[in-house]
Protein backbone atom coordinates (compact mmCIF):
# COMPACT_ATOMS: atom_id res chain seq x y z
CA UNK A 1 0.00 0.00 0.00
CA UNK A 2 1.17 3.49 -0.88
CA UNK A 3 0.69 6.44 2.37
CA UNK A 4 0.23 9.59 0.53
CA UNK A 5 3.01 12.37 1.98
CA UNK A 6 3.66 15.73 1.34
CA UNK A 7 6.60 16.67 -1.08
CA UNK A 8 9.63 15.39 0.96
CA UNK A 9 11.89 18.73 2.24
CA UNK A 10 15.50 18.41 0.92
CA UNK A 11 16.86 18.07 4.36
CA UNK A 12 15.21 14.89 4.38
CA UNK A 13 16.58 13.94 1.71
CA UNK A 14 20.41 13.25 2.15
CA UNK A 15 21.15 14.52 -1.14
CA UNK A 16 18.83 11.94 -2.76
CA UNK A 17 16.45 13.22 -5.53
CA UNK A 18 12.47 13.56 -4.02
CA UNK A 19 11.43 12.33 -7.27
CA UNK A 20 12.28 8.25 -5.23
CA UNK A 21 9.26 9.20 -3.16
CA UNK A 22 7.04 9.66 -6.31
CA UNK A 23 4.82 6.54 -6.90
CA UNK A 24 3.29 5.57 -9.87
CA UNK A 25 0.03 7.34 -9.36
CA UNK A 26 2.12 10.72 -9.61
CA UNK A 27 2.08 11.63 -5.77
CA UNK A 28 4.41 11.24 -3.16
CA UNK A 29 4.53 8.36 -1.01
CA UNK A 30 5.93 5.94 1.51
CA UNK A 31 5.35 2.41 0.78
CA UNK A 32 3.87 -0.51 3.29
CA UNK A 33 4.09 -3.89 4.04
CA UNK A 34 1.60 -5.05 5.96
CA UNK A 35 -0.04 -9.05 6.20
CA UNK A 36 -2.94 -9.27 8.88
CA UNK A 37 -4.73 -12.76 9.96
CA UNK A 38 -8.88 -13.59 9.48
CA UNK A 39 -9.65 -11.42 11.95
CA UNK A 40 -7.85 -8.41 10.35
CA UNK A 41 -5.31 -8.31 13.07
CA UNK A 42 -2.34 -6.86 11.35
CA UNK A 43 0.28 -9.47 12.81
CA UNK A 44 3.29 -7.87 10.66
CA UNK A 45 3.36 -4.15 9.57
CA UNK A 46 6.34 -2.08 7.91
CA UNK A 47 6.53 1.73 6.34
CA UNK A 48 10.14 2.19 5.14
CA UNK A 49 10.18 2.71 1.16
CA UNK A 50 9.89 5.09 -1.11
CA UNK A 51 6.77 5.59 -2.56
CA UNK A 52 8.97 4.21 -6.36
CA UNK A 53 9.81 1.03 -4.64
CA UNK A 54 7.99 -1.82 -6.31
CA UNK A 55 6.01 -4.14 -3.68
CA UNK A 56 8.02 -6.94 -4.40
CA UNK A 57 11.21 -5.06 -4.20
CA UNK A 58 10.37 -3.75 -0.56
CA UNK A 59 8.71 -7.03 0.72
CA UNK A 60 12.34 -8.94 -0.02
CA UNK A 61 14.19 -6.28 2.32
CA UNK A 62 11.50 -7.13 5.10
CA UNK A 63 12.71 -9.00 7.92
CA UNK A 64 9.31 -11.16 7.41
CA UNK A 65 10.99 -12.45 4.17
CA UNK A 66 14.40 -13.02 6.32
CA UNK A 67 12.33 -14.83 8.07
CA UNK A 68 10.78 -16.86 5.66
CA UNK A 69 14.02 -17.70 3.75
CA UNK A 70 15.14 -19.39 6.78
CA UNK A 71 12.58 -21.15 7.55
CA UNK A 72 12.10 -19.90 10.57
CA UNK A 73 8.00 -19.31 10.47
CA UNK A 74 5.37 -22.17 11.37
CA UNK A 75 4.29 -24.49 8.35
CA UNK A 76 1.01 -23.28 8.59
CA UNK A 77 1.67 -19.96 7.86
CA UNK A 78 0.91 -19.09 4.31
CA UNK A 79 0.12 -15.74 1.96
CA UNK A 80 -2.33 -14.96 0.21
CA UNK A 81 -1.03 -12.06 -1.95
CA UNK A 82 -1.37 -10.16 -5.21
CA UNK A 83 -0.30 -11.06 -8.59
CA UNK A 84 2.74 -8.57 -8.02
CA UNK A 85 4.55 -11.52 -5.71
CA UNK A 86 3.67 -14.30 -8.45
CA UNK A 87 7.73 -15.33 -8.58
CA UNK A 88 8.21 -16.30 -4.91
CA UNK A 89 6.92 -18.86 -4.58
CA UNK A 90 6.28 -21.18 -1.98
CA UNK A 91 3.96 -20.84 0.67
CA UNK A 92 2.99 -17.19 -1.06
CA UNK A 93 -0.20 -17.73 -3.20
CA UNK A 94 -0.97 -15.50 -5.91
CA UNK A 95 -3.47 -15.79 -8.63
CA UNK A 96 -3.71 -16.99 -11.84
CA UNK A 97 -3.04 -14.19 -14.31
CA UNK A 98 -5.07 -13.85 -17.22
CA UNK A 99 -2.14 -15.37 -19.71
CA UNK A 100 -2.25 -18.50 -17.63
CA UNK A 101 -6.38 -18.53 -17.77
CA UNK A 102 -5.96 -18.00 -21.50
CA UNK A 103 -3.99 -20.66 -22.11
CA UNK A 104 -5.95 -23.27 -20.02
CA UNK A 105 -9.61 -22.00 -21.47
CA UNK A 106 -7.70 -22.59 -25.22
CA UNK A 107 -5.86 -25.38 -24.72
CA UNK A 108 -8.27 -27.41 -22.35
CA UNK A 109 -10.72 -29.79 -24.68
CA UNK A 110 -14.30 -29.18 -24.89
CA UNK A 111 -14.53 -29.35 -20.77
CA UNK A 112 -11.79 -26.88 -19.85
CA UNK A 113 -11.40 -28.56 -16.41
CA UNK A 114 -7.96 -27.27 -15.53
CA UNK A 115 -9.64 -23.30 -16.31
CA UNK A 116 -12.59 -23.95 -14.06
CA UNK A 117 -10.08 -25.02 -11.46
CA UNK A 118 -8.07 -22.00 -12.20
CA UNK A 119 -10.80 -19.76 -11.68
CA UNK A 120 -12.27 -20.96 -8.20
CA UNK A 121 -8.67 -21.25 -6.74
CA UNK A 122 -8.38 -17.74 -7.75
CA UNK A 123 -11.81 -16.54 -6.21
CA UNK A 124 -10.83 -18.64 -3.16
CA UNK A 125 -7.72 -16.43 -2.89
CA UNK A 126 -9.50 -13.38 -3.62
CA UNK A 127 -11.88 -14.78 -0.59
CA UNK A 128 -8.85 -14.89 2.02
CA UNK A 129 -6.99 -11.27 0.23
CA UNK A 130 -10.63 -9.31 1.24
CA UNK A 131 -8.85 -9.91 5.11
CA UNK A 132 -5.76 -7.27 4.16
CA UNK A 133 -8.30 -5.23 2.01
CA UNK A 134 -10.89 -4.59 5.36
CA UNK A 135 -7.61 -4.50 7.23
CA UNK A 136 -6.75 -1.27 6.21
CA UNK A 137 -9.83 0.29 5.41
CA UNK A 138 -10.41 -0.08 9.26
CA UNK A 139 -7.21 1.66 9.67
CA UNK A 140 -7.81 4.59 7.18
CA UNK A 141 -10.95 4.89 8.55
Known sequence: MAVEIDE???FDLNGRSNKIYRNRKGYFALIVQAFCDAA???VYFNVGWPGATNDLVAY???QLYNLFLD???PDWIGYALDEAY???GGRHYTPFIQHQLDRAYNEGGPEKLL???MRAYNHAL???RIHIERAFGQLVR
Do not use: M
Request: proline share 5%; aromatic share 14%; hydrophobic share 35%.
Open 8 to 10: PEA
Open 86 to 88: SSI
Open 60 to 62: KQT
Open 126 to 128: SVL
Open 71 to 73: NLL
Open 40 to 42: CRF
Open 115 to 117: YYQ
